[in-house]
């Protein structure tokens, strides 16, 4: 019956063999609840909390950064968590203790370059990919905690704090000038040992007017902008060959605006907020539709198109997806006596104290917040991870659905 619908919808082959979409496979898989979740919580440290982002490496490989400041990678083959150094300020550094753990992770387009938090939650740090060797440390720019990141190009990235700065960093491999030096070709061939870590400021940062606590940044490559959100509910766009801030618009929805990306081929951005889903023309930030979550007061708490669906991580446990094509919440298919709205459910994962839990969550019991999610290179396996919501009750939620 898939094969009938499909070849409806793509046309006979005659000389070629059919190569579907990936989406079919996804819309499939989704609308008839194939997806199982395999929990990962027995191969995290048991002092793990809350787990804020996450990048897949490759086809078997998760990193993800956490509240208490630990940077993971999940290998979905062996199924071992390896836990990764974060990388220390600078002996000169003058640092107040921030303890907001590691709130982003972006890789740079050609894969060769990570940014992430270091250990000072208002630092970010480099890592060489794929072996995750430490390049530099950039500091002074930020005086709260980081975030989250967006890479311009393959150098640059920008940086946005809770301290309601952008800021615009450069980093430089000093291996690639070790092996020019050298006349050595091949990393393999130069002695690791010779590299020091290397600490650098920003090559600038200025405060981002009408904001306060700045949560979220992309870089919208079609208009060469950068677009940043902040928690009083404007959305900014700014100028990166300047860097200077163009203009703000109020967001559509008031209260707790966290995650932001974009539909590149849609010209759409997305927001995430409590209660809504808000699609905004990229060009114009004039509101597509404000998209009320499934359920009332229901936060989203990730957020990512993928293709014509919109992923929602939500802040009670579960995930929902919502139809581009449709305007609709994505449904189970008609094999079903009661069609429904598709929705992965979390298990509760590692929960706090039994007693703080009935406290908090009295008549609605605990599910963890989804506050990251993301689909590998062939959209077969999602990585959906957090934990408790509320900011004083440590516990952690981490799964594959696949």
């Known amino acids: 019956m898939t094969d009938l619908v499909v070849s409806r919808e793509l046309g006979p082959s005659r000389l070629e063999s059919w190569k579907l979409k990936q989406e079919y496979w996804t819309l499939n898989l989704l609308r008839g609840e194939h997806l199982c979740e395999t929990l990962l919580i027995n191969s995290l440290p048991p002092d793990t909390d809350k787990i804020f982002c996450s990048q897949w490496l490759d086809h078997r490989k998760i990193l993800f ?5 630990k940077l993971m990678c999940y290998d979905s083959k062996t199924r071992k968590t390896c836990l990764l150094p974060t990388l220390p300020p600078s002996d000169d550094a003058e640092h107040v203790e921030v303890a907001g753990g590691i709130h982003a992770l972006e890789a740079n387009p050609s894969q060769t370059v990570l940014a992430t ?4 939650a208002n630092d970010i740090a480099f890592y060489r990919l794929p072996g995750m060797e430490p390049i530099s440390v950039g500091h002074k720019a930020h005086t709260d905690s980081i975030f989250d990141l967006a890479w311009l190009d393959e150098e640059h990235v920008v940086t946005c704090a809770r301290d309601s700065k952008l800021a615009l960093w450069r980093v430089n491999d000093p291996l690639d000038s070790l092996l020019l030096s050298s006349g050595k070709a091949n990393i393999k061939n130069v002695d690791m040992t010779t590299l020091k870590l290397e600490y650098h400021n920003a090559l600038v940062a200025s405060p981002c007017q009408n904001a306060d ?5 992309l870089f919208n490559s079609d208009s060469k902008e950068i677009a940043t959100i902040s928690l009083n509910a404007y959305i900014h766009v700014w100028d990166p060959q300047e860097f200077r801030q163009k203009y703000s618009r109020k967001l559509p929805n008031p209260y707790e605006n966290v995650c932001l990306a974009m539909h590149t081929s849609h010209k759409m951005y997305g927001v995430g907020s409590k209660g809504h889903l808000s699609l905004i023309d990229a060009r114009t930030l004039q509101t597509i539709a404000k998209v009320p979550t499934k359920f009332s007061n229901c936060g989203v708490r990730s957020l990512s198109f993928t ?3 919109v992923t929602i991580g939500t802040g009670i446990g579960a995930i929902f997806f919502y139809d581009l094509r449709t305007g609709a919440y994505l449904n189970t298919d008609d094999t079903w006596e009661r069609p429904h709205a598709v929705a992965l459910r979390t298990s509760p994962g590692i929960i706090p104290p039994r007693a703080r839990v009935d406290e908090m969550f009295a ?4 599910t963890p917040a989804i506050f990251t999610h993301s689909y590998n290179q062939s959209k077969t396996q999602l990585f959906a991870a957090g934990g408790p919501l509320p900011a004083d009750l440590k516990g952690v939620y981490a799964g594959i659905w696949q």
């Open 117 to 120: 938090g270091a250990t000072h």
């Open 65 to 69: 950064g956490t509240k208490c400041n």
């Open 213 to 217: 606590k700045l949560r979220a940044v």
């Open 363 to 366: 008549n609605m019991g605990y």
């Open 307 to 309: 293709d014509t669906l």
